[in-house]
């Protein structure tokens, strides 16, 4: 039997999936996370987090251990850099083929179903990236909270606490998010506040998480809220358009004539936040296709996995394994 691993390695979890030649899943792990590697004691916790999913994977299929079993292909994709991460995966995983990607390579992947299309990441950075009918790949954003992260929870929370600060200068519009953010953060000055966050006891993760306290308080109806949430909408449009403008027609002949572009991420769960991004985006290419992933970033890496031998799965092996996610997501279908 030939065997297929795909990999999504994130900040919280990783899930692997282990299918054989004929796309048949045969199982899927979960553990836990595997990025940092640049961090002390990130290696180790990389080569123990994969080892425990391959032993986990391989065992829930009825097969031999790791050192016993040699994979066709292995896609793993992975937040961050790739080249620390794949030597670290080359010792462990014996297979074939071994792909390391960065984890919007295989979210695309997954989003779009392995075929030309963009996806739109935002949760605590930002990221799009984009494949034509050709092959060529296009990466926009994702330059981290320093220098880019446009549209991000970390850029929305930063600028909710710039508003705070803007309104105590006299110079900001009166805004709900000051009082919210005082009681969320236990702090009633703007100076102890920004204290905590120049110290480092509030990392960017943590100014993160305030954008669901601006989507709150934009819910009931603050315009300055509001228009932080619609300007990352703008912002994270303009990443896709920047793919779309470069690496695709005006026009597309084929098919229905329509690009697909998905999107992933926490921020995408605001209303408000996406409104904006869609309508953004439609203003500018009317014939983008709007849609919410049709398969998880860990089949995305499945599909690459057997790419990377030259074996694409039909339409029908992936639509089965997107009637699974769906009954999965909810058992009720």
């Known amino acids: ?25 045969l199982a899927g792990v979960t553990a836990g996370p595997s990025n940092h ?15 425990v999913c391959l032993e986990k994977a391989l065992a829930a299929a009825g097969l031999a251990k790791p050192e016993r ?11 961050g850099e790739t080249e620390i ?11 074939r083929s071994l792909l390391v990607v960065h984890d919007s390579v295989n979210a695309l992947a997954g989003a779009t179903g392995g075929e030309p299309g963009v996806i739109v990441i ?5 990221v799009a990236r984009g494949v034509n009918a050709a092959g060529v790949e296009m990466r926009a954003g994702g330059w981290g909270h320093l220098f880019g992260d446009e549209g991000s929870a970390y850029w929305i929370g930063r600028e909710a606490v710039r508003a705070v600060a803007a309104q105590f200068d006299g110079f900001g519009d009166p805004t709900e998010l000051t009082p919210a953010l005082f009681e969320r953060l236990d702090e009633d000055s703007p100076y102890d506040l920004m204290a905590r ?10 100014l993160a998480g305030l954008a669901v306290c601006v989507n709150e308080i934009a819910q009931k109806g603050d315009r300055v809220a509001r228009m932080i949430l619609e300007n990352a909408g703008n ?8 793919i779309i403008t470069h690496h695709f027609p005006p026009t597309l002949a084929a098919g229905s004539g329509k690009l697909i572009v998905s999107y992933s991420g926490g921020v995408f769960e605001s209303q408000i936040a996406f409104s904006s991004f869609r309508d953004s985006l439609l203003r500018e290419s009317p014939q983008a296709a709007i849609r919410a992933p049709l398969l998880p970033s860990v089949l995305g890496s499945l599909i690459l996995a057997y790419r990377s031998v030259g074996i694409t799965v039909p339409l029908a092996r992936r639509a089965q394994w997107r009637e699974a996610q769906r009954e999965e997501e909810d058992p009720k279908l």
């Open 122 to 126: 935002a949760g605590t950075g930002s």
């Open 197 to 206: 966050y120049h110290s480092g006891e509030w990392s960017h993760g943590h």
């Open 69 to 79: 079993v040699e994979l066709a292909a292995a896609c793993f994709g992975m937040t």
């Open 1 to 25: 039997m030939e065997l297929f691993f795909g990999v999504d390695g994130g900040q919280t979890s990783t899930r692997a999936v282990l299918a054989d030649e004929t796309g048949s899943i």
């Open 235 to 242: 912002d994270l449009a303009r990443l896709a358009l920047a």
């Open 37 to 51: 590697t640049e961090e002390p004691g990130g290696p180790a916790r990389l080569e123990a987090v994969i080892q």
């Open 85 to 95: 991460k794949r030597r670290i995966l080359a010792r462990i995983v014996r297979a």
